[in-house]
């Protein structure tokens, strides 16, 4: 019985609810303390900090309970359930999604029991996903929806007091969130909060003006800051925001930055220094003043005097014109000096490309090596591939860089969205452009499960489409944050298609969407079946980019089998597959022979119908020499202009 509420303290508690003054009306006249950290809070108290907070509810509730206790005893009146990241996509990754309506239900009976008998609102927390929207992510904003209202039925259901958005970075999931939680009710009041830089700006580059005067719109009733910056960079953002902002505001910063200690993240503002801004955010007006990461619930106690029993002030602090960013600065453009970019943009221009493959360790000679043979035999670039198979290999922008540096053949970086999130792939990008490389190739990356470390986690922050816009920002000239880098980058931007695709309006639907997202050629998985290339290649979607097809040499019938039978996407046609039978009944050399001379044949074949070729030996640069050898020398054009007469 320890767990639930009594029935004389439910008494207790349903009169203090009457007794409440209606969380609008708080706002409107007072200035409410909320609650300071959870997370951190319960991981300095012995909780792991890799793993979901919300299951604790659950698996180790007196320890929540605790926290919310504590709270409460330092002068909150809002205590906030332990609840931020428990909607399905975060418990999906740490296995608790089964458990969901349980994890909120029990974190809105904690944080009740908490506020029995006191003067104390229960706000239901609720976190973005921790997966981006499209254009930038996989989720849909109908998914959005449908993942938030899970949640925020859960908590309605358990009758919290309002719910608090809380510590969101997009303004397009934030307003979302806020939709979805005012469908569900027209009644339950609603805090959003969003995090920002200290220039004023969320990550993806909006105004904290614009975006808590859009989550007003949007239907929510209080709108602040909370996460990321310290007291002073908080208030130097809160100070600047506008007196037109139709909501009161709330604000809940951090206790400074961390330190790490011993393995674990320290806050080093101490209680004093939060009590003095707290006094100073009383006077900028706002409405709700509460602590993030690293507060305590000494800090909230400290806070406590300055904030308890004050009415809200006028917004004299804040500023009353909105304030503008700085404009856009583009630098000059840059004299285009890439061959391969030039010839990409020549119609009559067939282009090729091969693949080189990173080391294992330092040693560079078999990369540098192959360029110069790919150069040799007319390759307009060399293609460097990004950790191929999930196995760790030398940087791709190291080796791209070098190869053009050493060999004077440009090259194409590989660039996978597996290894890096949204800082990690622009810092990236903004490299390879510093080092001259000025064509990408976006991909996915292959799953980490299949390669050298099966336990590592895989970022994926972004899909392809949102890494190709990102390298269109940056041609552009700013970041995804809307900053502006200087001189723009130059990228040719690739991207990956399969001819041979099962379903062929899916694919040409997500090659359109690639290009749309700003890809200017592509590349396509190995190709062996001649006519599905060329239906593919009579596709509008195909004819709109430069597409270069790709080709990897037959070594062997296990390997031809392999690709038949194991790898998706790979469709190798029933007659060749009985070629390389009859070749490997004659011995292995009999093998190679013919799987040279099926790639010969097919790169005659990719001249005559495509814009280029993509050859990809896997380390074997001679063969990819003798298979270029085959290409006839007249101009890819002419050979076009002869077949569509034909």
Request: net charge negative.
């Amino acid at each position: 019985m320890s767990g639930y509420l009594t029935p004389a303290r439910r008494q207790v508690y349903c009169l203090s609810r009457f007794m409440k003054k209606d969380f609008r009306q708080a706002v409107a006249e007072d200035v409410l303390l909320a609650d300071g950290a959870m997370g951190t809070l319960l991981v300095s108290r012995g909780a792991s900090p890799d793993q979901a907070k919300s299951p604790l509810n659950v698996s180790d509730p007196e320890a929540v309970r605790d926290v919310h206790e504590d709270y409460r005893d330092a002068g909150a009146r809002i205590v906030t359930t332990n609840t931020w990241d428990a909607n399905r996509v975060k418990l999906a990754a740490h296995e608790w999604a089964d458990s969901l309506e349980k994890i909120n239900r029990e974190g809105v009976r904690l944080a009740r029991e908490a506020a029995a008998g006191e003067m104390v609102f229960v706000a239901g927390s609720i976190g973005p996903l921790g997966a981006l929207v499209k254009p930038y992510g996989t989720l849909t904003m109908m998914q959005v929806r449908e993942i938030f209202q899970e949640q925020a039925r859960v908590l309605l259901e358990a009758e919290v007091d309002l719910v608090l958005l809380e510590t969101f970075g997009s303004l397009l999931e934030a307003a979302e969130a806020v939709r979805a939680v005012r469908d569900l009710s027209e009644q339950i009041p609603i805090l959003a909060g969003m995090t920002f830089l200290a220039d004023g700006r969320t990550a993806f580059g909006e105004s904290a003006d614009h975006a808590l005067s859009t989550l007003a719109m949007a239907g929510a009733d209080v709108v602040g800051m909370n996460c990321t910056l310290g007291p002073q960079e908080t208030h130097d953002v809160f100070s600047r925001l506008p007196a037109s902002i139709a909501a009161p505001l709330s604000v809940m910063p951090n206790a400074g930055y961390p330190t790490v200690v011993h393995g674990r993240n320290v806050y080093l503002s101490s209680p004093d220094y939060l009590r003095g801004y707290a006094e100073a955010f009383v006077e900028s007006g706002a409405a709700v003043i509460g602590g993030c990461c690293g507060t305590t619930p000494e800090h909230i106690r400290a806070m406590a005097r300055a904030v308890s029993g004050k009415k809200r002030a006028a917004a004299t602090g804040r500023a009353a014109v909105r304030i503008e960013g700085p404009a856009l600065k583009i630098g000059p453009p840059v004299i285009e000096t890439s061959r391969l970019k030039r010839r990409l943009a020549d119609r009559n221009a067939f282009v090729v490309t091969g693949e080189i493959e990173p080391p294992r360790g330092v040693d560079l000679s078999a990369a540098i090596e192959g360029a110069r043979l790919l150069k040799a035999h007319g390759a307009d670039a060399a293609n460097v591939t990004d950790n191929p198979m999930a196995r760790l290999r030398m940087s791709s922008i190291a080796v791209a860089a070098l190869i053009q540096r050493e060999v004077g053949l440009d090259a194409v970086v590989q660039i996978t969205t597996r290894d890096r999130n949204v800082l990690g792939l622009q810092s990236d990008l903004l490299g390879a452009a510093g080092l001259g490389l000025k064509a990408l190739l976006c991909l996915g990356g292959d799953p980490l499960k299949i390669g050298d470390y099966p336990q590592g986690k895989q970022v994926s922050e972004v899909d392809v489409l949102g890494l190709i816009r990102m390298a269109k920002g940056l041609n552009a000239g700013a970041d995804l944050a809307g900053n502006a880098i200087g001189s723009a980058t130059q990228f040719a931007i690739g991207c990956a298609a399969n001819p041979a695709a099962s379903d062929l309006d899916v694919e040409l639907s997500k090659l359109r969407a690639k290009i749309e997202a700003g890809a200017s050629f592509a590349q396509t998985q190995p190709v062996y079946d001649a006519e599905a290339l060329e239906r593919f290649l009579a596709c509008d979607e195909a004819q709109a980019i430069p597409v270069l097809i790709g080709l990897i040499p037959l070594r062997s019938l296990k390997q031809t089998m392999f690709f038949a039978n194991e790898v998706p996407g790979i469709v190798v046609p029933e007659a060749v597959q009985e070629r390389m039978r009859r070749a490997a009944e004659k011995g292995t050399e009999h093998e190679k022979a013919e799987g040279l001379a099926i790639a010969r044949e097919l790169a005659v074949a990719i001249h005559q119908v495509a814009r280029g070729v993509h050859v990809m030996p896997m380390g074997k640069y001679k063969l990819a020499t003798e298979i270029l050898e085959a290409i006839p020398l007249e101009s890819a054009s002419s050979l076009r202009t002869r077949v569509s007469g034909a």
